[in-house]
């Protein structure tokens, strides 16, 4: 093997400096610019407004990340969140709105609860000072309180859900980080039109497809059919698709106070399941069922059974898939079943569109196709 000469070796040396340096420049943050104090009102102006959950609690000490919170641990208040993330100033107007129940409330949020912020949400994006909102959740039933904002609220700007899986107070917490994020996705006028929006951990997923998948981890909210549509990435904020589902401002529910809906409860299909326990819904006055089936979205003998004593007293029924993953079909058994299919929609989301749904209707063409749409 011949040495290398000097200058190979000198040559040899700089390229390998050049691809550093240009790996080095392609992981380069750049930083924040600072607000002008001259020109305040050049930054969007954004609403943060706090629903509570886990990115509002706080734990006796940094290494408690799984049992925080209670009536005894003060609450992370909104004005905290502004205190310590000063860096918020440099991306928005900050404004604060506290729709957090009580501590010592017992009960767990309510249809009351999730109509007194929909309301709040129309009247903010009706505000033509407002440019976007963040709504902080907890993170368990965040996404279908998202899904529900997405068909009531009348918006063309982002409404962006956050939330974190580690109290505020936990050692390496993602709070900070995703409200940081979820401020960004508000204040971007890339995020228009776009309806109702969730982010943590940097993935942009719409309202209508994402779901929790684990209990504890960071990479938790997914959309698992569809994917992200856009990341909060430390450069910029960036989209790669639309949604084409009809939403907030194209949503025919859009801008309504609603005072009540229908009831509508969910079955969940598995071996043996028994039809008595959807007997059991409609005699507590239930106007929909969801059924969240097996495989393509089948139910057992016992539950179709159950599913046509229903259907008898005027109950409508939508069929889901406990799979979590692809659609349920029009198939012309369904059809003749008269069951809904309720597409890839999650169950408790599929539950908050029939809701909105009969309000309007009970034929289940119309039913069909809203659930087509949505």
């Known amino acids: 093997m011949t040495p290398l000469s000097f200058h190979s ?29 001259a020109k305040p009102d050049h930054l ?22 799984t049992n925080y919170g209670g009536k005894d641990v003060p609450r992370v208040d909104p004005q905290d969140w502004v205190h310590d993330l000063p860096e ?70 982002p409404i962006v859900f956050v939330g974190s899986q580690r109290p505020w107070t ?50 938790t909210f997914k959309g698992v059919d569809a994917g992200a549509i856009g990341f909060a990435d430390p450069d910029g904020v960036v989209f790669y698709r639309e949604p084409l589902r009809r939403h907030t401002w194209q949503s025919e529910f859009a801008g309504v106070d609603y005072t009540s809906v229908p009831a509508v409860e969910i079955a969940y299909g598995y071996q043996e399941a028994p039809g008595y326990l959807i007997d059991a819904m409609v005699e507590h ?3 929909g069922i969801v059924v969240d089936g097996t495989g393509a979205g089948s139910a057992t003998y016992s539950q179709n059974e159950a599913i046509k004593r229903a259907q008898d007293k005027g109950v409508v029924v939508v069929m889901t898939t406990r799979t ?29 569109l029939l809701q909105l749904a009969l309000t309007k209707t009970t034929d289940l063409g119309e039913i069909k196709r809203i659930f087509d749409e949505y």
């Open 44 to 65: 969007p102006h954004v609403v943060l407004m706090s629903m509570g959950g886990t990115i509002a609690s706080r734990a006796a000490d940094r290494l408690n990340i």
């Open 285 to 287: 006055g239930v106007k």
């Open 170 to 219: 936990g050692l390496s917490g993602d709070g900070p980080l995703n409200l940081y994020n979820a401020a960004r996705v508000a204040a971007s006028r890339d995020a228009w039109d776009k309806g109702v929006l969730q982010c943590m951990n940097q993935y942009i997923n719409t309202a209508r497809d994402v779901m929790k998948t684990s209990a504890y981890r960071m990479q």
């Open 324 to 352: 979590r993953s692809g659609r349920v079909q029009d198939t012309p058994r369904r059809r003749e079943s008269k069951i809904v299919p309720g597409d890839n929609l999650q169950p408790e989301k599929a539950r908050l």
């Open 9 to 37: 070796l000198r040559g040899l040396l700089a390229g390998m400096f050049l691809l550093g340096a240009a790996g080095a420049a392609a992981q380069e943050i750049p930083n924040s610019i600072p607000p002008d104090p």
């Open 88 to 157: 918020l100033n440099n991306i928005a107007r900050i404004t604060l709105e506290d729709f957090r129940p009580a501590q010592d409330r017992k009960v767990t949020e309510s249809f009351e609860d999730l109509e007194k912020v929909a309301k709040r949400l129309n009247e903010l994006a009706a505000d033509p000072d407002v440019d976007g909102v963040v709504v902080t959740h907890g993170t368990n039933i965040m996404a279908e309180v998202a899904y529900y904002m997405d068909l009531v609220v009348k918006t063309h700007k």
